[in-house]
């Protein structure tokens, strides 16, 4: 009964319209480290695929061509530079409402988003779906589960602390947007070949 109320009260303080606005600010923040890297990966990637081009045992690629070793460590690279730019950018203007973020918890969304990536291409290839081709769900969400998945083995105590039910579902309806826009900017600005 007790528990229950308390329960009650903090939604019933949390839906304020300013809340909600601040919980997609919040969110957009600490994804941010996470979101550039596919991006990245995406400008600036090519070269060697991380598999060296071998089959699995299937016959198909292991990760297929769209996977490689430039697009992994400079989408990284990425992640981690714009993360401290965001860590320095809210000390240095006492941003202190904005989650905060660490120079540890910036590695893990950069390094999980690509490896979440990495991962859905494992799969992708296993069920037979060529380099490029659209996996609903699974494209979209890829970095946003293996982000999370590392920082709750790696961060738990931040993630209680910082990460509230709201930011979670900006999270999961801002995802799926902004890749779809970020993805049909990049098919017309010919980085991608597909507009997905
Ligand atoms: N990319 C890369 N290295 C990575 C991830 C991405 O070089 N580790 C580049 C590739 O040029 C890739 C592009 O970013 O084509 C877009 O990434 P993504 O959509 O994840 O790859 P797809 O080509 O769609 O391949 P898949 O079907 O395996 O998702
Ligand atoms: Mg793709």
Known sequence: MLIS????????ISISPDFVLFSLVSALW???PAYLPNS??????GGRPIDGGRKYRDGKRIFGDGKTWRGLVLGIGAGIFIGS??????????????????FPVVVILAVGALLGDLV???????????RGAEWLIADQYDFVVGAFVLLLILEYGWV???????????IIIMTPLLH?????????????????
């Open 85 to 102: 730019v965001q860590i320095g950018v809210r000390d240095v203007f006492g941003l202190l409402v904005l989650p905060e973020l660490t």
């Open 180 to 196: 779809r826009v970020v993805n049909i900017i990049g098919y017309l600005a010919g980085v991608k070949d597909v507009p997905w």
């Open 30 to 32: 600490i994804m941010l």
């Open 5 to 12: 109320a308390v329960y009650y009260r903090y939604w019933e």
């Open 40 to 45: 990245a990966a995406a400008v600036l990637g």
């Open 160 to 170: 209680m602390a910082t990460v509230t039910p709201l930011m979670v579902v900006w």
């Open 120 to 130: 859905k291409s494992f799969f992708k290839r296993r069920i037979g779906k060529e």
